[in-house]
């Protein structure tokens, strides 16, 4: 969600006098949706491990954003955080990449991945 702001440039991220606050509230859910798939996975998973750290980190940059707005200055710029959002989901991308791998050690091929009951992990 927070990468989508680097292409839209209609939104007012970091116009202080907007009301919007888009890249908090985007952090905010972000963090809820993390925090609610985290309890998919085992504790002691990769899956869960990445969750808790991303979320952790969402937490760091929703209270940044938090002081800015309430002390009445200009958030960080929203490039940095969605340069880490974007970090984020090429990582999460390769994990949703293996999940589906049906052998260890081979990725599977995206035709594999969308063919209906070809993800060993959902099957």
Same mark, same amino acid.
């Given at each position: 969600m927070t990468q989508g702001h680097l292409a839209d440039p209609t939104c007012p991220c970091e116009d202080i006098d907007s009301p919007e606050?888009?890249?908090?509230k985007h952090l905010t859910t972000d963090e809820a949706l993390a925090s609610e798939t985290m309890s998919m996975y085992?504790?002691?998973s990769r899956e869960y491990r990445m969750l808790k750290q991303f979320t952790g980190e969402c937490r760091m940059y929703i209270e940044v954003e938090e002081r800015a707005i309430c002390a009445g200055i200009s958030p960080p710029p929203a490039r940095a955080t969605v340069a880490w959002a974007r $970090?984020?989901?090429k990582k999460f991308e390769q994990v949703i990449i293996h999940m589906c791998d049906g052998s260890a050690g081979r990725q599977a091929t995206l035709t594999e991945v $969308?063919?209906?009951g070809n993800c060993p992990r959902y099957s």
């Amino acid at each position: 969600m927070t990468q989508g702001h680097l292409a839209d440039p209609t939104c007012p991220c970091e116009d202080i006098d907007s009301p919007e606050n888009c890249i908090r509230k985007h952090l905010t859910t972000d963090e809820a949706l993390a925090s609610e798939t985290m309890s998919m996975y085992p504790p002691n998973s990769r899956e869960y491990r990445m969750l808790k750290q991303f979320t952790g980190e969402c937490r760091m940059y929703i209270e940044v954003e938090e002081r800015a707005i309430c002390a009445g200055i200009s958030p960080p710029p929203a490039r940095a955080t969605v340069a880490w959002a974007r $970090a984020w989901a090429k990582k999460f991308e390769q994990v949703i990449i293996h999940m589906c791998d049906g052998s260890a050690g081979r990725q599977a091929t995206l035709t594999e991945v $969308a063919e209906p009951g070809n993800c060993p992990r959902y099957s």
